[in-house]
């Protein structure tokens, strides 16, 4: 393989494109890992939200 401009042009874009991969994946297992944040806020605020109703209605019975 040869040297020069070109080929170290096509060494440049070859790691610009591996470092957007890279970026891709990043910004992807980051978006996943929020999804899966949220979902756990919603099923813990529904937990809350059930004991809390189960509270006031024991207190009404009581």
């Known amino acids: ?3 020069g401009p070109t ?3 096509a ?8 470092v957007t991969d890279r970026d ?3 910004i992807d297992r980051e978006k ?3 999804e899966s944040i949220v979902a756990l806020v919603g099923r813990v605020d529904a937990v809350f939200t059930r004991t809390g109703i189960m509270k006031r209605y024991k ?3 009581a």
Not at 11 to 18: H, R, S
């Open 11 to 18: 060494g440049k874009a070859l790691d610009a494109v591996l």
């Open 32 to 34: 996943s890992v929020r």
């Open 1 to 3: 393989m040869g040297s």
């Open 7 to 9: 080929v170290s042009a």
């Open 24 to 26: 891709a994946a990043a």
């Open 59 to 61: 207190k009404e019975l």
